[in-house]
């Protein structure tokens, strides 16, 4: 089994600032997946990843397989980024792969 | 274009009822998924269907049942509704085969209410 573990469960930060979200997890993965629900509830992908970095605009998302962690940063953070951040852990079983899901990250970014 | 689509978005039921959830992707995914979001806002993997197979049941109970007519639609049938089924339900697909870096593209959601 899969333990996922993020930090921070809750994060306040200034329009402006530079955010880390944190993503641990227990065994081998496949990839790594960082979501995005938006208050209204919907889920978009951000990144899908297996090894190194990968950009997106102000988002930046990292991994280290050897010490399975991963961290999603967010650069100028805007009022607009406020979601819940989720890191899932992309696993292969039986012939087909799943996710197991953290818990989230609630960020607020303040005006 | 709506990638992944599932109606209804609300559905709101009495206890003891039976319901279906339809979801249909049109991104030629051969891989399909039903997710659970819980009060506390958790996800959590229910179903994973390939080319119409079922892959993944994790620990859901025989009340559920998916059913894959095809690849590009992958119904959920909830027999004998109770309270605790009351939860967001999100449809996904991606594809099984390709490079682990592919994603998968979620539904909007629909969220049940059990009465």
């Known amino acids: 089994k899969n333990e996922v573990e993020q930090s921070p469960q809750n994060l306040t930060a200034q329009e402006g600032e530079f955010i880390t979200i944190n993503c641990s997890y227990s065994v081998g993965i496949s990839a790594l997946h960082w979501l995005q629900q938006h208050p209204g509830g919907g889920i978009v992908s951000l990144f899908m990843?297996?090894?190194g970095k990968k950009k997106h605009g102000r988002l930046i998302a990292t991994i280290n397989i050897q010490e399975k962690h991963s961290s999603l940063h967010i650069t100028a953070s805007h009022p607009r980024d406020s979601a819940v951040y989720i890191c899932a852990v992309k696993w292969w079983r039986g012939g087909a792969d799943g996710l197991t899901f953290g818990k989230g990250t609630h960020l607020i970014i303040q005006p | 274009d709506t990638a992944v689509s599932q109606t209804p978005k609300y559905l709101v039921t009495q206890m003891g009822n039976d319901k279906s959830i339809k979801c249909e992707q049109n991104l030629g995914h051969d891989t399909m998924y039903w997710y659970k979001q819980d009060s506390k806002k958790f996800l959590k993997i229910m179903f994973s269907?390939?080319?119409?197979?079922?892959?993944i049941n994790e620990t859901v109970p025989n009340r559920f049942s998916p059913k894959s007519p095809d690849k590009a639609h992958l119904n959920l049938h909830i027999n004998s509704l109770e309270l605790g089924d009351s939860a967001v339900y999100f449809c996904a697909s991606s594809w099984r085969d390709r490079a682990p870096q592919e994603t998968q593209y979620f539904g909007p959601g629909t969220r049940l209410l059990v009465l």
């Open positions: 990843l297996s090894s």
């Open positions: 269907y390939n080319n119409k197979e079922l892959i």
